[in-house]
């Protein structure tokens, strides 16, 4: 089992930056690949960005990509999302989540943190 929490949503400014956490319970943490997900009003949830369980490898959306950056630390069992250039379309709400790298779905969410760029 897992929890996660996430936290760092706030307004911004286009232009700005943005680092997201996700704090997770658990001791099996590293067993996880781990993604950040966002959905903004009226539209589907949307993969952002994820990384494996050693921190190695990470993929992103073509939204993002070269904008955001993931990274884990295991030790302390977090994942973040540091957001640069932000854009007014990445106002949505971002979510933590985790699967097993056997997994193709996600099995863990958080609750969400609020994110709203403003132009």
């Known amino acids: 089992q897992v929890q996660l929490v996430e936290s760092g949503g706030r307004l911004v400014q286009a232009g700005g930056s943005l680092r997201l956490s996700c704090a997770a319970s658990?001791?099996?943490?590293?067993?996880?690949?781990m993604g950040w997900f966002r959905q903004a009003p009226g539209k589907e949830r949307e993969f952002v960005a994820a990384?494996?369980?050693?921190?190695?490898?990470?993929r992103y959306a073509d939204s993002v990509k070269g904008r955001f950056t993931i990274s884990r630390d295991n030790a302390k069992n977090t994942v973040s999302l540091q957001m640069n250039s932000l854009k007014p379309e990445d106002t949505a709400v971002y979510y933590c989540?985790?699967?097993?790298?056997?997994?193709?779905?996600?099995?863990?969410w958080g609750q969400g943190t609020q994110v709203t760029v403003s132009s």
């Open positions: 990384i494996s369980w050693s921190g190695g490898t990470s």
């Open positions: 989540a985790a699967r097993l790298s056997t997994n193709y779905e996600y099995d863990y």
């Open positions: 658990g001791r099996t943490f590293s067993s996880y690949v």
